[in-house]
């Protein structure tokens, strides 16, 4: 069963950010995870969104999601996000 990690953030420090994105993609790949969406609210058709950025993580499944997130390589990237960022992080289960 497919599992994303789903991100949603506002961004405080672009230039930090950045940093952060340079650490954590290479991540990604490694734990053979993939990019499924990265972008922008444009429109907010009902509700409001409490942060306008998203990033959509697929993982083969929950257990390889938790393994990406607290590995040593990513957990070394979590604090440039956490420095550059307000964000929630969560796993949704297919």
Do not use: C
């Amino acid at each position: 069963m497919a599992a994303y990690v789903v991100l949603r953030l506002t961004i405080t420090d672009a230039e930090g950010f950045g940093g952060y994105v340079a650490k954590a993609e290479p991540t990604v790949e490694a734990s053979k995870g993939e990019f499924v969406f990265r972008g922008k609210v444009s429109d907010e058709l009902e509700g409001s969104s409490d942060h306008p950025m998203t990033a959509v993580l697929k993982f083969a499944d929950r257990d390889s999601a938790l393994a990406w997130y607290n590995s040593p390589a990513y957990q070394d990237a979590v604090g440039l996000r956490q420095a550059a960022s307000d964000a929630v992080v969560v796993v949704y289960e297919d």
